[in-house]
């Protein structure tokens, strides 16, 4: 047995025999499902030709560089024609979700060509960045005429939907984008468009899946506001311009305008009448989604105040396409009651601090109002600290327990 970079090389023939070059009749792959013309590509073999110890060496280096698995050892054995058999075992390494963004280029293609060699190229990429360079050498084969000699690179990066990481093989230069244009906008002006994009992706580097998350990501929201929640974004692009920039184009489906029918709040012990007068929703009014979400905040707060300090609110949004109407159901947690404990005061002497403690009347035990301690600098404040700037906090001091502070000063 002989050694390369630490991995086991297993001979069946002798190594005498293998000093002596036969054509090469077979490769075989163990413990991957990538297909053996694969991995004969990567190793740089090719069948019939002569084959022996040096070029069994030099295969092995060009699939271990690849970086695509994380082990790889090889066994020679004697084929039916007197040739050899070269059977590499290999453990396929880990792999990160990634996107191809080649503008120009079928993506799907691309990621069908990769997967049918080596099926774990599905819309991933290996996590090490030598064999990510390696799939990188890949599509640029695969992708010339889109990539005008440019070489592939792998960039980190966030996907907008999921919020995931992912890995985007894209050109090392994309480009630019200098303007947007809108076919369909008619309730929105284009300039209003192209200026929330502007501030998102405004001379960045242009891919189309990039520029489609961004689109959903933003101007949804501006048409939902307009009460447009059946909005439609059916086509993205972009147009190279003669100064090398391009052009990111947007076809929209606006669709119709839907009022607001119904806020509905639902959990246990709540008081939905209050929520919804709380939240001051507008029945009858376009349904803009940005006003409801600051209405459910403000009823999520409202609960807060009481002393249910990790209230939270899930909205479900349900549209009738007949009627044009949203209703929305608020499921409400209340979580855990909140009492107060103590007050602490700092930057006052003895004598004021006991006349605050003497106003204070929020007692020990009572439900936590957060709203208290701005009441009290209101309506109770002893006269004469009236107009010294107090700074409030509040911090929780055991389970279900929190205490206020008040800081008299300007520091």
Not at 88 to 102: K, L, M, R
Request: glycine letters at 10%; a neutral charge; aromatic letters at 8%.
């Amino acid at each position: 047995m002989q050694r390369w970079s630490a991995l086991p090389i297993f001979f069946f023939v002798s190594q005498a025999a293998l000093a002596q070059p036969r054509p090469l009749e077979e490769v075989l792959v163990e413990g991957s499902r990538a297909t053996p013309a694969f991995v004969a590509k990567i190793a740089g073999l090719t069948l019939e030709s002569p084959f022996g110890q040096s070029e069994a060496e030099a295969a092995l280096a060009r699939v271990v560089e690849s970086g695509l698995f994380s082990s790889v050892t090889y066994r020679v054995e004697p084929g039916k024609r007197r040739g050899y058999v070269l059977k590499f075992s290999v453990q396929e390494g880990a792999t990160v979700a990634a996107a191809i963004d080649i503008p120009g280029a079928d993506d799907e293609f691309l990621w069908r060509s990769l997967s049918q060699a080596y099926p774990a190229l599905d819309h991933r990429v290996p996590e090490s960045a030598k064999a990510q360079q390696f799939v990188a050498g890949l599509l640029q084969d695969l992708a010339k005429e889109s990539l005008g000699g440019q070489s592939v690179v792998a960039e980190l990066e966030s996907d907008l939907r999921t919020g995931q990481m992912l890995v985007s093989m894209q050109p090392q230069n994309l480009p630019k984008i200098s303007t947007f244009t809108f076919v369909g906008a008619r309730e929105i002006a284009p300039d209003r468009l192209a200026a929330i994009l502007n501030k998102v992706i405004g001379g960045k580097g242009y891919t189309d899946r990039r520029f489609r998350e961004v689109v959903e990501a933003n101007l949804r929201g501006a048409y939902e506001e307009g009460g447009m929640y059946r909005v439609r974004f059916p086509r993205v692009g972009a147009a190279k311009l003669a100064d090398g920039t391009v052009r990111a184009e947007t076809e929209v489906e606006e669709g119709p305008k839907f009022k607001l029918r119904e806020v509905a709040f639902k959990g246990e012990g709540i008081e939905p009448d209050a929520l919804r007068k709380a939240g001051r929703f507008e029945k009858g009014q376009i349904a803009d989604w940005s006003r409801i979400q600051k209405g459910i905040d403000e009823a999520e707060r409202t609960i807060r105040n009481a002393g249910y300090l990790d209230a939270s609110a899930k909205a479900q949004r349900q549209l009738d396409d007949v009627q044009l109407t949203l209703d929305v159901s608020v499921t409400v947690n209340r979580g855990v009651l909140y009492r107060f404990g103590k007050l602490i005061l700092s930057g006052l002497p003895p004598a004021q601090e006991a006349q605050v403690r003497k106003s204070w009347k929020l007692a020990s035990g009572e439900p936590l109002d957060l709203n208290y301690a701005q009441k009290f600098l209101r309506d109770d404040m002893p006269r004469e600290l009236r107009g010294v700037p107090v700074k409030i906090g509040i911090a929780p001091s055991g389970p279900g327990i929190g205490d206020f502070s008040l800081f008299f000063g300007s520091n």
